[in-house]
C-alpha cells in the first residue's frame, strides 16, 4: 500500500494494462520491463497472453512477481453507465 509499482508486475497492475488503452498497452509492451523476482513477466509474447487471458477472465493474478512474499489479484468492476474501476 502506497507504493509505486509497475504495471506488469502486480494483479491491480496487469488488470489496468488488460482494460486500458490500446497505445497504453503498446508502450508498456515496448519498453523494458524490470524482473523483480524469477516469476515477473517480462518477455513482451507472455505478458500478451497474460493479458488476453485477462480480459477473456476478468482476473488477473500476480504470484510473487513482484515479491517472494507476495500474492495480489487485479479485477475490473464494472457498472452500466457508471464506467468501470478496480480492485
Given at each position: 500500500?502506497?507504493?509505486?509499482?509497475?504495471?506488469?508486475?502486480?494483479?491491480?497492475?496487469?488488470?489496468?494494462?488488460?482494460?486500458?488503452?490500446?497505445?497504453?498497452?503498446?508502450?508498456?509492451?515496448?519498453?523494458?520491463?524490470?524482473?523483480?523476482?524469477p516469476?515477473?513477466?517480462?518477455?513482451?509474447?507472455?505478458l500478451?497472453?497474460?493479458?488476453?487471458?485477462?480480459r477473456?477472465?476478468?482476473?488477473?493474478?500476480?504470484?510473487?512477481?513482484?515479491?517472494?512474499?507476495?500474492?495480489?489479484?487485479?479485477?475490473?468492476?464494472?457498472?452500466?453507465?457508471?464506467?468501470?474501476?478496480?480492485?
Amino acid at each position: 500500500v502506497g507504493a509505486d509499482w509497475p504495471l506488469h508486475a502486480t494483479g491491480v497492475g496487469v488488470a489496468l494494462l488488460a482494460f486500458g488503452p490500446p497505445p497504453v498497452q503498446a508502450t508498456v509492451l515496448a519498453a523494458p520491463r524490470r524482473r523483480f523476482t524469477p516469476y515477473t513477466i517480462t518477455a513482451p509474447a507472455e505478458l500478451r497472453r497474460v493479458l488476453a487471458e485477462v480480459r477473456k477472465t476478468g482476473l488477473a493474478v500476480s504470484d510473487r512477481q513482484i515479491d517472494h512474499d507476495a500474492y495480489s489479484v487485479g479485477a475490473p468492476v464494472t457498472r452500466p453507465g457508471l464506467g468501470r474501476a478496480l480492485l
